[in-house]
C-alpha cells in the first residue's frame, strides 16, 4: 500500500524527491502519512480537496479488499 500511495503522490509531484510516505499499522487500521514540499502540497490537495479526496477514495477501497481499514493523511 505504501509503494502504490508513493507512486501516485511522487506523479503529481513537482519535487518527486521530496515526498516521503510513513506507514504506522495497528491491529485493524492502518495509517499512511505523506509528506511532501510545501509547493507540493496544494497540487496533491487539488481544487476543493478533489484530488486528495479521490486518493483517499483509491486507498481506502485496495485496503478494504484486504480487510484492513487504511486512512492517507497529509502532513504540512
Known sequence: MKDFVTFIVRSLAE???DVVV???????????????????VGRLIGRSGKTIA???TL????GSQH???TVLEVAE
Open 67 to 69: 480487510g484492513v481499514r
Open 54 to 56: 479521490a486518493i483517499r
Open 59 to 62: 486507498v481506502s477501497n485496495v
Open 15 to 17: 519535487h518527486p524527491h
Open 22 to 40: 510513513t506507514e504506522v499499522k495497528g491491529k485493524q487500521t492502518t495509517i499512511l502519512e505523506v509528506r511532501c514540499h510545501p509547493k507540493d
